[in-house]
């Protein structure tokens, strides 16, 4: 077994039976180490799921809702490095002996696409990369005129990632990692592949991604799929892994030559909507979010808790996340008194319909949340719906917290308790959490206004 091992070690590449020896070897070790970590050092038993989440680091990040699933989770990743790194030495050199871009090893990262990888390495006779005749097929179509050449990068990388957007938007409903950062990668990848075919520089490939990326915002904004407010959030997500494309197929045609960029991008997009779908059927359930906002009040908790209930019209906001289609509370009423009235807090998309859970009056007052409308209007040129803007920001329950302090003065606190399906959560909580504070903000100011003015 040592001599196998140090065979394998020492080559450069490695044959398919080498490959399937070593790889049963590592996954076998692997699930071993992995049942019996979990088993007798947490008493928990890993589930199935865990090996097919669409992301191995994202099953590390967002592994669970609480503290307690946060430290298995951690463990579980750090215990799997090991054979995480012997994957991908053995995927590089296997690839190196079929002829694909041994970077695809960066595969053993990610579940499915791990499974996806070992099996098609296995599979693949020695030689099928270079010998693919689909390899050439920019050469053969792409202009080696400099201009020409990158209006085709364009057109190409634009038409590549607006099918995939589709796909996972409108047919699997999925935003997720691979919608905000494998497409983007698509986007980059797609138009520097087209930029080398002819030896283009650095620059040009860099040029036509990013175009390509503002481009397709425009497509998505004005062929009603999304719009403007969607679009500027994901930027700052999605830009770097454009950014990260390109700089993949230079340096692949740099290394490589432009014919191993050419056969590496029709597996890269093959392979995407292979991720979403894993996604649409393995995406947990997001954690509980909770998030909590505090004004004081110059009236004692009597005056303040008559406003809490229920309160008049505010005004027009003046924020610019509200005029730009944001949802924004605009009153609140309430039929009955104590626990099973019903309250409801108009938005300017429409309401909230919030039975009453707990009423203590005038210290808080919690309800649960049964019906909301959407969160936000999009900036559009046309009258837009698209599909996370039903179900993907979900809230949950609600609080009013009413603190007496000295001086007849009152401490006013607001929490939300939601669910945000769009992922990666790490992300796309900034953008939630700070929203749902500026509604929070908007309601205690006007609350602590009317119990300070006596209305």
Avoid at 62 to 81: K, N, Q, R
Avoid at 173 to 192: D, N
Avoid at 254 to 273: W, Y
Wanted: aromatic share 12%; proline share 6%.
């Amino acid at each position: 077994m040592s001599r196998f091992a140090n065979g394998i070690l020492s080559k450069s590449a490695i044959g398919r039976r080498e490959y399937v020896i070593a790889s049963t070897v590592v996954i076998g070790l692997r699930l071993a180490v992995d049942y019996l970590v979990a088993r007798f050092v947490f008493q928990q038993t890993l589930p199935l799921s865990y090996y097919v989440k669409p992301g191995f680091i994202i099953a590390f990040l967002d592994g669970g809702a609480d503290a307690e699933s946060g430290v298995f989770y951690t463990w579980m990743f750090t215990v799997a490095l090991p054979f995480v790194f012997v994957g991908m030495l053995l995927s590089w050199k296997r690839a190196q002996d079929v002829g694909w871009n041994p970077l695809l090893c960066v595969f053993n990262l990610l579940t499915p696409l791990i499974w996806i990888l070992t099996v098609t390495l296995a599979a693949a006779p020695q030689g099928f990369g270079r010998a693919n005749s689909t390899q050439t097929i920019f050469e053969h179509y792409v202009s080696r005129n400099a201009v020409k050449r990158s209006f085709q990068a364009i057109i190409f990388s634009v038409a590549v990632s607006s099918g995939l957007v589709i796909i996972g938007t409108m047919l699997l409903s999925t935003y997720g990692g691979i919608l905000f950062m494998g497409v983007p990668f698509v986007i980059g990848y797609a138009a520097g592949a087209v930029e080398c075919a002819h030896g283009a520089e650095r620059h040009d490939a860099l040029r036509s991604s990013f175009v390509s990326f503002l481009l397709l915002g425009f497509v998505l904004m004005i062929g009603g799929l999304e719009g403007a407010i969607c679009l500027l959030m994901a930027f700052p997500i999605a830009l770097p892994f454009v950014y990260i494309g390109a700089l993949s197929a230079v340096k692949e045609a740099e290394v490589r030559g432009a014919r191993a960029a050419h056969g590496t991008i029709f597996m890269v997009i093959a392979l995407i909507p292979v991720l979403q779908l894993s996604e649409a059927f393995t995406m947990p359930q997001p954690p509980l979010r909770q998030v909590t906002t505090a004004v004081i009040v110059n009236a004692p908790p009597t005056e303040v808790w008559r406003n809490v209930i229920s309160f008049p019209q505010l005004a027009e906001p003046k924020e610019l996340m509200f005029k730009a289609g944001i949802a924004y509370p605009i009153n609140a009423e309430i039929d009955g008194r104590g626990v099973g009235a019903v309250r409801h807090c108009n938005f300017s998309t429409g309401s909230f319909v919030e039975p009453i859970t707990e009423w203590d009056a005038p210290r808080r007052l919690r309800f649960s949340v049964t019906k909301q409308p959407p969160p936000m209007h999009e900036l559009s040129p046309y009258n837009i719906h698209p599909r996370h803007l039903d179900g993907y920001l979900q809230c949950e329950k609600g609080q009013f917290q009413l603190v007496a302090l000295p001086g007849s003065r009152t401490k006013l606190v607001g929490t939300t308790w939601y669910r945000d399906s769009i992922w990666p959560q790490q992300y796309w909580s900034i953008y939630s959490d700070n929203i749902i504070h500026s509604i929070h903000h908007r309601v205690l100011s006007h609350i602590k206004n009317l119990a300070e003015a006596g209305k």
